[in-house]
Nanobody, 123 residues
Framework: QVRLVESGGGLVQAGGSLRLSCAAS????????VGWFRQAAGEEREFVAS????????YYGASVKGRFTISRDNAKNTVYLQMNSLKPEDTANYYC????????????????WGQGTQVTVSS
């Protein structure tokens, strides 16, 4: 059974930082692109960042570029999202997703999703 489990969310003040983790079981991240998405209450899901499976190429959404960094540790089968200079508009439920095998990281074709972790940024 494939599971993606996000962790690291919480409440932080504007300007602060958080690091999210996405740990996988039942599949190997090393052959898949992994992405982060977010969904704020009442809004559509938004692409945040992704990292390619082979050369670790990264791609970011315009609203987070320069503030967020995606990285991966294949030995731990885990992908991270370092979020700096957080803003209240970053408040959302953050989800990680794994692509189909050997797919590029953008456009992102998700095959598996985690359950999400809530990030709340207070002003």
């Amino acid at each position: 059974q494939v599971r993606l489990v996000e962790s690291g969310g919480g409440l932080v003040q504007a300007g602060g930082s958080l690091r999210l983790s996405c740990a996988a079981s039942g599949l190997t991240f090393s052959s898949r692109a992994v992405g982060w998405f977010r969904q704020a209450a009442g809004e559509e899901r938004e692409f945040v960042a992704s990292i390619r499976w082979n050369d670790w190429n990264t791609y970011y959404g315009a609203s987070v570029k320069g503030r967020f960094t995606i990285s991966r540790d294949n030995a731990k089968n885990t992908v991270y999202l370092q979020m700096n200079s957080l803003k209240p508009e970053d408040t959302a439920n953050y989800y990680c997703a794994a692509s189909r095998r050997y797919m590029s990281n953008y456009p992102f074709a998700s095959e598996y999703w985690g359950q999400g972790t809530q990030v709340t940024v207070s002003s």
